[in-house]
């Protein structure tokens, strides 16, 4: 089997992207090399040479294999399946495959499932800052802080933190009674700010920065309009919100 530099590349896409470097932990197979989590030390991606007898091939030459983890064990089920790819040669468990480093498969393929393994195998907390960009709404109660007041002012203005919300995402202020509807949208320019207030009302140990993007009227996005269309009948803290009142919200 041809060899190809797929192996050095990868190397360098690793330690790029994930900021992981390769350990070798076993004298007897100076070839393997691990790559895990800087928080949770689990490992995401093995890199091997082994005889390709030992996947099943009709060769007794090395070939360079790459181990990652599939989370639906369908998708493995699939994937080995495919020209290159095999059942994960000695961490069977798990939904581990082995992809051949010698061209079988296009390198992009290969780079979508390590991203694959990456986050099967991350922390709570490495997931959530990975996870794309999402939609909340969130309440903002008249009685206590005077949100129209405070956007009239400026633009940007600091907030309580939603768990869950981090920089990026999009929050949707629901204003609660008398006004009962949503009447702004916002972007997260900044969280997890720390900070230590409480009164009778508010309890907060972080918070963030949202910045106004864009104001509704008052009887568009009502509380009786989201519970008969869009099926949101309470807003009591920051909730995600269904695809077709994203769209409408554009």
Partial sequence: MQKTDTREQLFAYIKEKYKASPEYLWRRYPGY??????????????????????????TE??????NVKISDPFLADMLVQQEGFFRGYHIR?????????HGEAAFEEICRWLEE???????????QARRPAKEWIIPANPKYYDV?????????????????IKTGDTVFLYVAAPVSAILYKCRVTEADIPIRY????????????????????P???????????YGIHAVRGPRGIPDSLSEALK
């Fill in 61 to 66: 030459e090395m070939v360079d294999i790459l």
């Fill in 93 to 101: 468990k798990g939904n581990w495959i082995s992809i051949s480093l």
């Fill in 148 to 164: 129209e007041a405070a956007f009239s002012r400026k633009t940007e203005i600091n907030w309580k933190q939603g768990r869950g």
């Fill in 198 to 217: 409480e009164d009778k009302n508010v309890h907060m140990t972080s918070q963030m920065k949202i910045k106004l993007l864009k104001r509704y009227k």
């Fill in 33 to 58: 090399a691990v790559f895990r989590h800087a928080d949770n030390q689990k490992w995401f991606a093995l890199v091997m040479d082994v005889p390709g007898s030992k996947l099943g091939l009709e």
């Fill in 219 to 229: 009887d568009q996005f009502t509380f009786d309009v989201l519970g008969e269309i």
């Fill in 117 to 127: 393994s990456y986050m099967a195998t991350a922390s709570a907390n490495t997931k």
